[in-house]
T-cell receptor, first 115, second 108 residues
Framework: DSGVTQTPKHLITATGQRVTLRCSPR?????VYWYQQSLDQGLQFLIQ???????AKGNILERFSAQQFPDLHSELNLSSLELGDSALYFC??????????????FGEGSRLTVL | KNEVEQSPQNLTAQEGEFITINCSYS?????LHWLQQHPGGGIVSLFM???GKKKHGRLIATINIQEKHSSLHITASHPRDSAVYIC??????????FGKGTRLSVIA
């Protein structure tokens, strides 16, 4: 158990819909990272928050947004869903501001299927 | 742009064999991570290193900064080691760049 909790584990929805994925980081970790893993792309970095503020942004679509709340949990919002958004979405946390300053702890992932 | 190449893409081994997975990258890095992804999808961080060598149980990770190369070794492999092993690197404060992974199957 990494200490990182992601919900829901599985989600099936239709094109055009909006979903919210939730992540609770490991106790004491201030950084939360979101990654997308699709079958043909491998892991892709989406966005990072550190202590409530956006720290780094990857190739995150404009239809996607995220935030980190005062209690440090984070939510990833995916809207106007397309078939190609079907993927595993991982959250990871670390103590420091960057992935250089400590080990990354991953959640179990949320598997999104868009029909 | 930093490219991360892993080899081999797929690897099948007999139980007990010594296994090596390689990772090469194209630019100087500040840190390299080795991750293990289980068949169910969960990801576990195995190592983070920026120089030298680290060992944890039957797993050993090495990195050669000059050659821009890292290896992950598994000694006395076991079927429970079957997983996808992913190398990821970071340059300065930029986000992690991931390799495509090496799928390992260990047969009893």
């Amino acid at each position: 158990d990494s200490g990182v909790t992601q919900t829901p584990k599985h989600l099936i929805t239709a094109t055009g819909q909006r979903v919210t994925l939730r992540c609770s980081p490991r106790s004491g970790d201030l950084s939360v990272y979101w990654y997308q893993q699709s079958l043909d792309q491998g892991l892709q970095f989406l966005i990072q928050y550190y202590n409530g503020e956006e720290r780094a942004k990857g190739n995150i679509l404009e239809r996607f947004s995220a935030q980190q709340f005062p209690d440090l949990h984070s939510e990833l919002n995916l809207s106007s869903l397309e078939l190609g958004d079907s993927a595993l979405y991982f959250c990871a946390s670390s103590v420091g501001r960057t992935a250089n300053t400590g080990e990354l702890f991953f959640g179990e992932g949320s598997r999104l299927t868009v029909l | 742009k930093n490219e991360v190449e892993q080899s081999p893409q797929n690897l099948t081994a007999q139980e007990g064999e010594f296994i090596t997975i390689n990772c090469s990258y194209s630019v100087g890095i500040s840190a390299l991570h080795w991750l293990q992804q289980h068949p169910g999808g969960g990801i576990v961080s195995l190592f983070m290193l920026s120089s030298g060598k680290k060992k944890h149980g039957r797993l050993i990770a090495t990195i050669n900064i000059q050659e821009k190369h890292s290896s992950l070794h598994i000694t006395a492999s076991h079927p429970r080691d079957s997983a996808v092993y992913i190398c990821a690197v970071r340059v300065g404060n930029t986000p992690l760049v991931f390799g495509k992974g090496t799928r390992l199957s260990v047969i009893a």
